[in-house]
């Protein structure tokens, strides 16, 4: 236990050295339910003070760990802590802060433990305090799963509260007055006498004060800004061009590069000929690095045009190729060898299938890109002292760890500033863009080096969401569903991502079945099975990572069940569901969507819910079948998120999440050949347009008990929605994404 | 070779075929402008040539017949076109990569159709992808810029 | 027997024994049947949808123009998102594939009644060969306007792997000329 608080404190005081120069509030308060004795015994000696407010002359910084990706990220976090710092948003700066242990995420390891999220056994908290001392000890500073409003809503609001009150332990010892005389008000002490001192005069005396602990939180009756909608501390800059995101960096000096690696995966460079591409105006230098070649010029599109002139000998990708071959052998590996998980298995589902009549489907989905709107691309500068990294990137100390192997350096002296990014969509979890432009770096030191990839690169050499086919059978009894069972195969992100990250994959790897094995239905024979497919090309987390792909398998076949027992799709589940969260969210959605009402010819509804990150979310989906395909009239989305924190917000993620879904749903798959991606521009990875987009009503509920993320839950129940919306309009069952295989689309 | 780009006239040492967004980004230092695609299918490089949404990755320098305005040429923070302006009040934006092109789109469209129908905005806006989903925004953004622009 | 005839033609004037009969006039119509129906032309050549078309390369038929695009009354764009936003009026080697296609003029549709798409033979015949149908060419006119067209010459070579309508611009011009000289002959009516 000792040895817990040593790495703890260390951790701490590399963070804190970290932000020298003014004066750092913060304070981290364990406040889960003690049945962890490692919980128990760091709250005990835990006092570490983290740093997310520093006030200097120049102003207030909040630092805001979590990335930006586009969630609104940076936004929320710094409304949490002004909430209780009581400043305008508005006047702070906001600043990712350095790559630090301090900044762990505390619940993103919950996601992948088999503990479901409805589930309140004693186990279930310990797995999920055992998260947060894992996330501690191993110092994830990371952003994903959906966690950055339930990992941080009490630390940084506790953060503000302490920042405030040691500000006006500061004005106390000013003004000799006594603490029930001051009040705070917009970054002033306010005196009794009206006058007021502002925080930043007060931060030179505050420095020398042990911030007060002592704090009560704000009562969300006295809140300005959580539950409101608030305006995004970014949407001016969004708008008007002024957002600097890693593409935007610009340093005196700066050299444009871009890389051309295998575009059959892993294959290799087993040579390369540049004397055409040295020769093109404004190339500096054509460098061999890992697996390809990088150009480095004056000017981004001038070191494009060499790349390509460049003539390279690729070697074969060692994976399996072709996409018909990795379906074979995602359908190969449901086998006892293969099975990785069945933690769900209620009832007796042999006994019940045995004689009776079958439901059966099998289900396929493709593999995903990423591709988020900025393309991969970083800033980076190395000298003998330090390497300065400047990029979009939700790992910054995975980031630090890995260049610290890659060139030797102290991690110490490996910084890493995250900008904005342009999307990510779980891209933006691996590294391998910013090690390519290390290893640029590396041959090219002391000067500042911006590496931007061609959009056909980062297609080809995404990490992207992996295949996987269901397959599953099932029974109906008395005109009800009685028995459910769900194999899933794929190959594992948790082995592929983990690998990359130098951590370990142990056990199961739940994300095959995230979104299937863990949905809150009482059927009498219920069983949900694992098979991880041998790894094939590297595959990574993307928006809802397994559940968005589970949700159209589990949802799919929930539908078909339905049908074949001749009940309600709507009606059906409610019977089932137990958990009455989701059964709030599933009769919201019947009552926004009027379901059951009549829609009129060639006209269908689809219904679907998923229970991911936490946060069921349920969705109707109507559709009308027009001469020129299927058209997406209307969504209806109800989710429930425990407390809606920014209404505006919550909106606009939950609409995202259904458009990624959908659009993903409707046209996108990524197909192999020789391990080559075949799609490597938007014209073959459309996604959804503005045209497509149908009218999404959104509702968010509070009944759960605790808060919850909503960058990702929208995804999954989309694309069933869809596919049964479209049986229920034109009679024909798509067990196979993308639908534009099965229907066109107007 | 010259280039006016926001008012200001440039002089510029680049290659005809050299794509305006690069010259934007690279030799100008104008970053606004964003590189999605390379082909058009994005519309993340949306800037104004006299007044026409053009896509600035498609349109070599050489080719450069006119004024170029960017999104910084359009409104600044401080100075916001009416377009810009009801982005912020609708709070479009979510990485916000892609809406210095819609914005840009957008403004030219409602240039030379102040008073569009719904199915003209969904004709005007579906050339600039957005990956986050931020559609029902746009639209909603652009229904209200126009009624901005009318009444002022 | 086609040189023979052609020989004739371009040795105007054109004496009434040399006259191309109706058979080799509705053959030469065949042969610029068959470039006014193939998708480089017909892409563009759409009714009052004003909706150009992506048949061809990787998108199939019965393919739409991407991104919803709505040529408008104006044939341009303008009343939604202009051609030109990103067919830049420009010589261009349009050698990059899914890049849109680019000419030195302003990227358009042709007029309405110039529609091709989805039209037989006879149609699009009895619309050439009347000027009130074809945008008010006369015969002469109309191979001047095949040979000067930065529009025609783009689509007999519109480079990145995009198909070619059958036969190449100079033998369009010449089976204009004696469907013309045969007098314009449709199948359908004489």
Redesign the interface.
């Known amino acids: 236990m000792g040895r817990v608080k040593t790495i703890a404190r260390r951790s701490f005081l590399i963070g804190s050295a970290a932000i020298a120069g003014g004066v750092v509030f913060g304070t981290y308060l364990y406040k889960r339910e003690g049945t962890n004795p490692l919980l128990a015994d760091l709250r005990a000696g835990e006092t570490a003070i983290t740093p997310y407010v520093k006030i200097d002359a120049q102003g207030i910084t909040l630092i805001t760990p979590r990335a930006d990706v586009g969630q609104g990220a940076w936004s929320m976090q710094a409304h949490l802590i002004v909430e209780e710092l009581d400043i305008d948003p508005a006047t702070a700066t906001l600043s990712s802060g350095p790559a630090s242990a301090i900044y762990y995420n505390g619940v993103v390891g919950v996601e992948a433990m088999p503990i479901a999220a409805t589930s309140d056994t004693l186990l279930a908290r310990t797995g999920r305090g055992a998260a947060d001392v894992m996330g501690k000890l191993m110092g994830l500073h990371i952003t994903g799963g959906s966690t950055t409003v339930p990992d941080l809503y009490d630390r940084l609001r506790m953060a503000g509260a302490v920042a405030r009150e040691t500000l006006i332990r500061a004005a106390m010892q000013q003004t000799g007055l006594p603490r029930d005389q001051l009040k705070t008000e917009n970054g002033f002490v306010v005196l009794p006498d009206g006058l007021k001192i502002e925080y930043l005069d007060l931060a030179v005396l505050a420095a020398d004060i042990e911030p007060i602990q002592d704090v009560t939180l704000r009562e969300p009756s006295q809140w300005r800004y959580l539950t409101k909608p608030q305006k995004r501390t970014d949407v001016i800059a969004k708008s008007t061009g002024t957002q600097t995101y890693g593409i935007d960096m610009v340093m005196d000096g700066m050299v444009h590069a871009t890389t051309r690696t295998n575009p059959a995966l892993g294959g290799g460079l087993a040579g390369f000929d540049a004397e055409d591409a040295r020769k093109m105006r404004g190339v500096q230098a054509v460098l061999q690095i890992t697996g390809g070649i990088a150009v480095v010029a004056d000017n981004t599109w001038r070191a494009f045009q060499a790349a390509q002139a460049v003539t390279c000998d690729w070697g074969p990708s060692p994976y399996i190729g072709n996409t018909s071959d990795q379906f074979a052998a995602v359908a190969a590996s449901f086998s006892e060898d293969d099975q990785d998980s069945q933690f769900k298995d209620d009832g007796d589902v042999l006994a019940a299938l045995e004689g009776a009549e079958l439901v059966e489907a099998e289900y396929r989905i493709p593999y995903l890109a990423h591709a988020p709107l900025e393309p991969m691309s970083v800033v980076v500068k190395m000298t003998n002292a330090r390497l300065d990294i400047w990029t979009g990137t939700q790992i910054p100390r995975f980031v630090q760890a890995n260049m610290a192997k890659l060139t030797g350096m102290d991690a110490d002296n490996i910084h890493v500033h995250v900008l904005m990014s342009g999307g990510s969509f779980g891209r933006r979890l691996e590294d391998d863009y910013i090690a390519q432009a290390v290893e640029i770096a590396m041959q090219l030191p002391d000067t500042p080096i911006k590496m931007v990839w061609q959009r056909e690169e980062d297609f080809t050499h995404d990490f992207p969401r992996p295949l996987a086919i269901a397959r599953a059978k099932g029974a109906v009894r008395d005109g009800a569903v009685d028995t459910f069972d769900l194999a899933i195969a794929a190959p594992s992100v948790a082995e592929s991502s983990l690998a990359r990250l130098g951590q370990p994959a142990i056990g199961p790897d739940v994300a095959i079945v995230a979104g299937a094995w863990d949905q809150p239905f009482d059927i009498p024979n219920y069983r949900v099975t694992g098979y991880r497919t041998p790894a094939m090309v590297p595959v990574s987390s993307w928006r809802s990572v397994g559940a968005s792909g589970n949700g159209f398998m589990h949802e799919s076949f929930m539908d078909e069940m339905c049908h074949a027992a001749g009940v309600d799709p709507l009606a059906e589940r409610l019977r089932l569901c137990w958990h009455e969260p989701s059964r709030k969210v599933l009769e919201a959605v019947g009552e926004m969507s009027d379901w059951g009402s009549e829609l009129g010819a060639n006209r269908g509804r689809g219904l679907a819910f998923t229970l991911a990150f936490g946060v069921p979310v349920a969705e109707v989906i109507e559709v009308t079948n027009t001469e020129d395909g299927i058209r997406i009239d209307k969504v209806f989305v109800a989710a429930e998120v425990g407390r809606v924190l920014d209404p505006v917000n919550f909106e606009a993620q939950v609409q995202g999440g259904v458009i990624f879904g959908l659009g993903h749903a409707m046209n996108c798959e990524l197909t192999y050949e020789d391990g080559v991606a075949q799609q490597d521009?938007f014209?073959?990875y459309?996604g959804m347009?503005?045209?497509?987009t149908p009218e999404i009503t959104v509702r968010g509920l509070e009944n759960g008990d605790k808060l919850r993320g909503i960058g990702e839950p929208g995804v999954p129940p989309a694309a069933p929605a869809l596919a049964n919306a479209i049986f229920a309009a034109t009679g024909k069952r798509i067990r196979e994404l993308p639908l534009s295989k099965s229907v066109d689309f107007v | 070779m010259k280039l006016t780009v926001n008012g200001e006239t440039h002089e510029v040492d680049v290659e005809d075929d050299m794509p305006l967004l690069w010259v934007l980004r690279d030799e100008l230092g104008i970053t606004g402008t964003k590189y999605g695609c390379?082909?058009?299918?994005c519309g993340a490089c949306?800037v104004h040539m006299d007044g026409?949404?053009?896509?600035s990755c498609?349109?070599?320098a050489g080719?450069v017949?006119g004024e170029i305005t960017t999104i910084e040429g359009l409104g600044t923070p401080t100075a916001l076109h009416a377009v810009q302006e009801a982005w912020i009040d609708l709070q479009v934006a979510q990485c916000g990569y892609c809406q210095a092109g819609q914005i840009m789109?957008a403004a030219?469209?409602l240039d030379?159709?102040p008073d569009?129908t719904h199915a003209?905005i969904?004709?005007?806006?579906?050339?600039n992808l957005c990956r986050c989903g931020s559609y029902p925004r746009i639209r909603d953004a652009v229904k209200s810029a126009s009624s901005k622009l009318k009444r002022a | 027997m086609r040189a023979l005839i052609l020989a004739l033609i371009l040795a105007a004037p054109v004496a009434a024994q040399d006259i191309p009969s109706r058979d080799d006039g509705l053959a030469a119509w065949d042969e610029i049947f068959a470039v006014t129906s193939h998708p480089r032309c017909t892409n563009c050549h759409v009714g009052d949808a004003g909706v150009p078309m992506w048949n061809g390369l990787?998108y199939g038929s019965d393919t739409v123009h991407?991104?919803?695009?709505?040529a408008g009354e104006s044939r341009v764009g303008?009343?939604?998102?202009?051609c030109?936003?990103?067919h830049?009026?420009?010589?261009?080697d349009n050698a990059?594939p899914?890049?849109?296609p680019?000419i030195d003029d302003a990227w358009r549709l042709p007029p309405t009644e110039l529609a091709w798409l989805g039209k037989t033979s006879d149609k699009v015949c009895a619309q050439l060969r009347n000027p009130d149908t074809n945008d008010g060419f006369a015969m002469d006119e109309l191979a001047t306007h095949l040979e000067t067209s930065l529009f025609v010459a783009w689509g007999f070579a519109p480079g990145a792997g995009r198909d070619e309508p059958p036969g190449t611009l100079d033998d369009m011009v010449v089976a204009l000329k004696l469907w013309a000289a045969a007098g314009t002959p449709c199948a359908a009516n004489p």
Do not use: K, W
């Open positions: 521009n014209h073959v459309e347009r503005l045209y497509q | 390379g082909i058009a299918q949306t026409i949404a053009v896509r498609q349109l070599a080719d017949t789109q030219s469209f030379l159709n569009p003209q969904d004709a005007a806006m579906s050339g | 990787i991407g991104m919803h695009v709505q303008a009343e939604t998102m202009a030109r936003t990103c830049i009026s420009a010589q261009s990059t899914h890049a849109p680019m």
